[in-house]
C-alpha cells in the first residue's frame, strides 16, 4: 500500500526550533551531531562490507566512549565465557556499603556494533556511579552470529553471574539494541527455569523489529542520532527469523509468568520512543512492576555531557540499587 493509500495525515514541512526547556549543554547537543558513525548501510548480503562498517564504527564509539569514561575511572578485568568475552568493571568507587549488589550490562550498537574497548568503556559510568562491580558482555553479532547468538551469550553471562551471586543481588541493564537483549534474556532465562535477577533498566530498547511504531514516523530526522528507520539492521539480526519472534521483539513477549521490575527510559524525539512505550504496555499488562521516564527533548542518546545526562544516569542506578540486595 503506498502513502497516497494509507490512513494518516499530510504535515507540511516546518521549522522546528531547538527548545529552551532544556539545559545549555542540551541545547548545544541538539545543535551539533556527535560523531558516533554514520547510518548508511552496506548490502544486506554483502558480508565483508558489513564487517567493515562494524570495524569502523567501533573504532568511532570507542574512541567517544572513552574521552567519557575518563570522568568515571576503574580497571578492568577480561573473563572468557564459551564464545566471547565478559568484561569485569571494577570502578575506583567500589564501596563496602553496596555489598554484593552488581550490574550485568549488554551494550548498544545496532546489533552489530559497540563491542570491544566500546563494551568497556560505556559500562564504566554506571560501575562508579552505583559503586559496584559491573559486568559488560562482549556478545556476539552478526554478519557472522546472527539471532539468538546475542540471547544465547546474554543467558551465558547471566548463568556464569548466578555462580557467583544470588539473584537478588543482580540488575541488568541494556540501551538500544541492549534495550532489546537485556529483556530478551531475561525472558529466556524465566523459560529456562533460571532465577530472575532482581531489576531491569532499559533506555531507548529496540523491542520492535518491526519498526511499526508511531514516533518512527513523526521523530524521523528530528531524532538526530537515529533519524530513520534501519531495516537492514533489523534483517541483518534476525537472519530470516520472524521479527515478532518474542525474543527479537521483546515488545511482543508474554510477561504474566513473572519478570523483574524494570525502568525504561527515553525522550520526546527519541525515534524508539514508540517501542519504549510499547515494551513497557506490554509489561505493565503483564502486572510488572514496570516504571517510564521520559526526558524533554531527548533524543535515542542521551545529551551527552548535560545535566540530563547525569540525571538519566542517576535516575537509573538508584533504580537498580533500590531493587537489589547487598547482602
Given at each position: 500500500m503506498g502513502d497516497a493509500e494509507r490512513p494518516g495525515l499530510v504535515v507540511p514541512e516546518r521549522f522546528i526550533p531547538t527548545p529552551?526547556?532544556?539545559?545549555?549543554?542540551?541545547?548545544?547537543?541538539?545543535?551539533?551531531?556527535?560523531?558516533?558513525?554514520?547510518?548508511?548501510?552496506?548490502p544486506l548480503g554483502d558480508k565483508q562490507a558489513w564487517r567493515a562498517h562494524a570495524a569502523e564504527a567501533d573504532r568511532t564509539m570507542a574512541a567517544f566512549t572513552a574521552r567519557n569514561a575518563e570522568l568515571y575511572p576503574g580497571?578492568?578485568?577480561?573473563?572468557?565465557?564459551?564464545?566471547?568475552?565478559?568484561?569485569?568493571?571494577?570502578?575506583?568507587?567500589?564501596?563496602?556499603?553496596?555489598?554484593?549488589?552488581?550490574?550485568?550490562?549488554?551494550?548498544?550498537?545496532?546489533?552489530?556494533?559497540?563491542?570491544?574497548?566500546a563494551a568497556i568503556y560505556s559500562a564504566?559510568?554506571?560501575?562508579?556511579?552505583?559503586?559496584?562491580?559491573?559486568?559488560?558482555?562482549?556478545?556476539?553479532?552478526?554478519?557472522?552470529?546472527?539471532?539468538?547468538?546475542?540471547?544465547?551469550?546474554?543467558?551465558?553471562?547471566?548463568?556464569?553471574l548466578l555462580e557467583h551471586y544470588g539473584p537478588e543481588n543482580i540488575a541488568v541493564y541494556g540501551p538500544s539494541a541492549g534495550g532489546n537483549l537485556a529483556p530478551a534474556m531475561i525472558l529466556k532465562a524465566r523459560d529456562l527455569g533460571?532465577?530472575?535477577?532482581?531489576?531491569c533498566a532499559v533506555h531507548s530498547p529496540a523491542s520492535d523489529l518491526t519498526e511499526s511504531g508511531d514516533t518512527y514516523e513523526t521523530n524521523a530526522v528530528i531524532d538526530i542520532i537515529l533519524q530513520h528507520r534501519l531495516p537492514e539492521l533489523m534483517m541483518l539480526y534476525a537472519d530470516g527469523a520472524?521479527?515478532?519472534?518474542?525474543?527479537?521483539?521483546?515488545?511482543?513477549?508474554?510477561?504474566?509468568?513473572?519478570?523483574?521490575?524494570?525502568?525504561?527510559?527515553?525522550?520526546?524525539?527519541?525515534?524508539l520512543l514508540s517501542s519504549t512505550v510499547m515494551l513497557h504496555r506490554a509489561m505493565r499488562r503483564g502486572g510488572v512492576k514496570a516504571e517510564l521516564h521520559v526526558w524533554e527533548a531527548m533524543t535515542h542518546a542521551p545529551f551527552f555531557g548535560s545535566p540530563e545526562e547525569r540525571?538519566?544516569?542517576?535516575?537509573?542506578?538508584?533504580?537498580?540499587l533500590e531493587h537489589t540486595r547487598a547482602d
Open positions: 529552551r526547556s532544556i539545559s545549555r549543554e542540551a541545547q548545544a547537543f541538539l545543535s551539533n551531531k556527535p560523531p558516533v558513525g554514520a547510518t548508511q548501510m552496506p580497571d578492568h578485568v577480561e573473563h572468557r565465557l564459551s564464545a566471547c568475552p565478559l568484561y569485569e568493571i571494577v570502578p575506583q568507587s567500589l564501596t563496602e556499603s553496596q555489598g554484593r549488589r552488581t550490574i550485568l550490562y549488554i551494550h548498544g550498537g545496532g546489533f552489530c556494533m559497540g563491542g570491544g574497548q564504566m559510568p554506571f560501575a562508579s556511579l552505583a559503586g559496584v562491580r559491573t559486568w559488560s558482555l562482549d556478545y556476539r553479532m552478526p554478519p557472522d552470529h546472527p539471532f539468538p547468538a546475542a540471547v544465547d551469550d546474554a543467558v551465558e553471562a547471566y548463568r556464569w533460571l532465577p530472575l535477577p532482581a531489576a520472524d521479527l515478532t519472534d518474542p525474543l527479537l521483539s521483546p515488545a511482543f513477549a508474554d510477561y504474566a509468568a513473572g519478570f523483574p521490575p524494570t525502568m525504561l527510559t527515553s525522550g520526546t524525539r527519541d525515534l540525571e538519566l544516569l542517576d535516575e537509573t542506578v538508584r533504580f537498580m
